[in-house]
């Protein structure tokens, strides 16, 4: 269908996914834009493998889930290994690379970060994983606005945790910059 | 006291009743509309809700708000409409495989819950309007078309079961003590919370017939010379106890939901 | 309703509208028991409906749910219960009660993976049946399906009013693809007429509760308001008291079946989408109708003359069999076994080719695989 963005955020029950496809759909809305989020799974509340897809498009969505990712977001090797071939074939990877290990696979765009040491390092702890890899999502797609996610952030997280949260996706925001920056300096 | 007009209760077009002759329902159904009338309600304000059984088809024999309900269900039939009609009087007539076989998890949870209704609880040990089957509270040994053999079952201890689960009002009597259980109805519905009335009541044509009892009469007379009052236990080893067993005051449950809503009126539709 | 804002425009889960459509269709009492996939309807409804002055309870069971329902409806509330397929298996006889007593009330069953425990998180369309015909003997129902988050608001007040007007149980049949999904709404949701409960007009010694004649839907007088009568799942004759006479009976089921059959035009909605040119017809509903309909745009895209049919009432089934008459072949979509396929064959008797796509693993099934369909 044309115009249409497809998000897949693949981990474990428990890391906070379905937190932040929700955040980023909601950024999607503040943006004018269609959006369609729908989560698949296990029985559990923790563990198990936990798949989000974002589907956002200028027009009508009908089909909900994934067809051919357009963004791969993979917490675990459990995750990368059930999802990597529902993606584009231009399609973007992203994987933790403190619990992945990706081997480079032909035609894949596999984009390594170690997203659970670099929050671990720049917070003190883990737990806000999933709101830097959402700063890096951010920055790497450009699907909505850094405004907009900062809102929807500000919107969906607990008072509590609020601080630590909006800290992650700064520095997730750093991060995908840095990234996108030494992409583009890349001989293509 | 006047004299009670038992009539200006009953749906007179509707009769006689499904009931056998000797049947002790017809009893307790006397004894209801009595309390009824002591306490002066207006029948538009009660609402009676049985399940399905000999004793359930009362229902259509009284001129309230009448609900025959499906088996063992009567008491979330009327959970529900008593929520939604908190100011009405609600009666739930109950045979005992009704309330405590297939009904057995509505009985504990409605008496756990403590919400407002009376709950009376026709014991005959058997199943009547099936033809004779064990139930749960018919008495180890006992014969029953499906125990032919005698019952290796045990029966429950109706006002224990609904003492422990929380009901704050039990009592217990039989048709023999027809004017002892007009009162104990009549505390029932004054309680505010689950009163239990459990009502031995006899069944001649399967349990009485198939346990040699005899007769109806013969039956009624074996609740007299095999019970005994509360105030009196202790002096009769082995018989049934019957009496208000338990009175207390607990949060009623209509009550604790509106001063919720009272609690929570201004702060707006979320 | 936790409604996320932004200049009209809202992110909403499809649980979430069914407890949004409920309130605005004046839901006065909710009972339920949890169970996944959903549970989101009961979290949003036990914190709104005592701020609104209803009752939300928890009951023992889904068997004391939907007869403290019933209790409720017949106590004068719009009342409803939300459960999934092991609690709707539970709910059975009394969905039947309520169909034979002619008691309005909405039961929303958000449908997971079959038979037995399946699977509570994935995706089913497997109580298809089971809405239609999961109580014993025959009984009239209503049973609507939607299949976007708007669609399920607006579904939802429709089932309300629907079983106002008819005195009649309604199922609000869901998957749980729709009742997961969060997708964009508009806000304020459209205004939707709201239908209420029609009353006795004539004085107490006059009322009928199962009146026979013309008026096929009599009035339905709330307990506690002077009309004393006797609700019985027996059948019953025109006061409601059992009878045993069949010229008592022909003419209650007569009227029964009746309220709902000579009314077809008012209940069932049915979407057509470009089948006018269609060769081939995909028949799908809920989530499934969204991966028939990505199918046709990209068939269309193809030059192919595809069109969709989409029933959001899905019992009584929609006569669509007049689109045989110009399809060659009529292919429908679910995720199940074929229990509508088996519906659509018998409405178009031979005069097309009726084929099936079925899935019944927790996966939807994809717009690929409908297009594998058409190829053959």
């Given amino acids: ?92 990877i992203i994987v933790d690379s403190s619990c992945v290990e990706a081997k480079e696979a032909e035609g894949l765009d596999i984009i390594p970060i170690p997203l659970r040491e670099i929050t671990l390092k720049a917070l003190g702890e883990a737990t806000a994983t999933n709101l830097l890899a959402l700063g890096v999502i951010t920055e790497l797609t450009r699907a909505v606005s850094r405004t907009a996610i900062r809102d929807a952030v500000k919107r969906n997280l607990p008072p509590k945790s609020l601080g630590l949260n909006k800290k992650a996706l700064e520095k997730g925001f750093e991060v995908g910059r840095a990234i996108r920056a030494e992409r583009r300096a890349k001989p293509v | 006291m006047d004299a009670i007009d038992e009539r200006k209760y009953l749906r007179l077009n509707r009769f006689p009743t499904i009931w056998c002759p000797g049947c002790g329902i017809g009893i307790v159904l006397g004894a209801i509309i009595r309390a009824v009338a002591r306490l002066g309600l207006d029948k538009d304000e009660v609402a009676m809700v049985s399940g399905i059984g000999c004793s359930s088809r009362m229902v259509g024999y009284v001129d309230f708000n009448t609900i025959h309900a499906t088996h063992g269900r009567a008491l979330a039939f009327a959970t529900g409409l008593k929520l939604a009609r908190p100011e009405m009087r609600v009666i739930v007539v109950m045979g005992d495989g009704d309330a405590l076989a297939i009904g057995g998890n ?109 007769s109806a009469v013969d039956m009624l007379r074996w609740y007299r010379d095999n019970t005994i009052s509360v105030r009196e236990a202790g002096k009769g080893e082995g018989k049934l106890v019957r009496g208000v067993l338990v009175d207390r005051d607990l949060p009623e449950y209509t009550e604790g939901y509106q001063r919720l809503v009272e609690s929570l009126r201004g702060k707006g539709e979320g | 309703m936790k409604a996320r804002v932004s200049g009209g425009a809202a992110l909403m889960q499809g649980n979430e509208a069914v407890a949004a459509g409920a309130l605005a269709a004046g839901l006065g009492f909710f009972a339920n028991y949890p169970i996944t996939p959903a549970n989101e309807i009961s979290r949003v409804l036990s914190r709104e409906l005592p701020l609104r002055g209803g009752v939300f309870i928890q009951m023992e069971d889904e068997i004391a749910s939907i007869a403290a329902v019933i209790g409720a409806s017949l106590g004068g509330l719009k009342a409803a219960t939300a459960t999934s397929g092991p609690g709707f298996s539970l709910m059975q006889e009394n ?103 029609s009353k006795p007009k004539v004085p107490p010694e006059m009322y009928f509760p199962y009146e026979d004649g013309d008026n096929d839907v009599p009035p339905l007088a709330s307990f506690g308001e002077g009309y004393r009568y006797n609700i019985t799942g027996l059948f019953h004759d025109r006061l409601g008291f059992p009878t045993l006479r069949p010229d008592e009976i022909n003419p ?42 990505h199918a046709m745009k990209l068939a269309r895209d193809r030059g192919e003359a595809v069109g969709m049919i989409k029933p959001l009432t899905l019992w009584p089934f929609p006569h669509i069999e007049s689109i045989a008459e110009r399809a060659r072949r009529i292919i429908v979509v679910e995720m199940n076994r074929g229990q509508i396929l088996g519906e659509v064959e018998r409405l178009v008797h031979g005069k097309a080719e009726v084929l099936g796509v079925n899935r019944m693993d927790g996966e939807m099934v994809t717009p690929l695989e409908i297009l594998h369909a058409l190829e053959i």
């Fill in chain 3, 252 to 293: 209650w089921l007569k009227r029964l079946f009746g309220k709902i059959e000579t009314n077809l035009e008012d209940i069932v909605w049915c979407e057509q989408e470009l089948i006018e040119d269609a060769e081939v017809v995909l028949v799908a509903y809920g989530a499934t109708a969204r991966s028939a309909r």
């Fill in chain 2, 106 to 214: 509505h009985f504990i949870q409605a008496a756990r819950r403590n919400i407002d209704l009376t709950a009376i609880v026709i014991n005959n040990s058997i199943y009547g309007m099936t033809g004779g089957q064990y139930a749960p509270t018919t008495p180890r040994g006992a014969t029953a078309t499906t125990a032919p053999y005698g019952n290796l079952e045990p029966p429950f201890d109706i006002p224990a079961l609904a003492a422990s689960a929380g009901a704050p009002f039990v009592a217990r009597s039989t048709v023999y003590h027809a004017i002892e259980l007009d009162r104990f109805i009549e505390r029932g519905l004054r309680k505010k919370g689950f009163s239990v009335i459990e009502v031995l009541s006899d069944c001649p044509v399967f349990y009485g017939a198939l346990n040699e009892m005899g």
């Fill in chain 3, 95 to 197: 969905i039947g009660y309520a169909s034979a007593t002619e008691i309005p009330c909405v039961i929303v069953d958000v449908q997971r993976g079959g038979p037995s425990t399946g699977m509570p998180t994935r995706p089913s369309q497997g109580d298809v049946m089971q809405a239609r015909w999961g109580a014993h003997g025959d009984h009239p129902i209503i049973v609507l399906y939607p299949s976007s988050v708007s669609e399920t608001y607006e579904l939802t007040i429709r089932a309300f009013n629907l079983s106002e007007r008819y005195r009649t149980p309604v199922i609000l049949l869901m998957d749980e693809v729709v009742a997961h999904m969060r997708e964009r709404v508009m806000l304020p949701l459209p205004e939707v007429e709201v239908v209420p409960r």
């Fill in chain 1, 1 to 92: 269908m044309k115009g249409r963005y497809e998000v897949c955020l693949a981990g474990e029950g428990g890391q906070g996914l379905a937190l932040a496809g929700l955040v980023l759909a909601e950024a999607v809305v503040y943006g004018g834009k269609n959006v369609v989020t729908t989560q698949s799974v296990g029985a559990g509340q923790r563990g198990g493998i936990s798949q989000t897809s974002i589907i956002i498009s200028d027009g009508e969505i009908d089909y909900p889930k994934v067809l051919a990712a357009d963004l791969f977001l993979a917490l675990t090797q459990n995750a990368f290994d059930r999802y990597r071939s529902d993606v584009a074939r231009d399609g973007l």
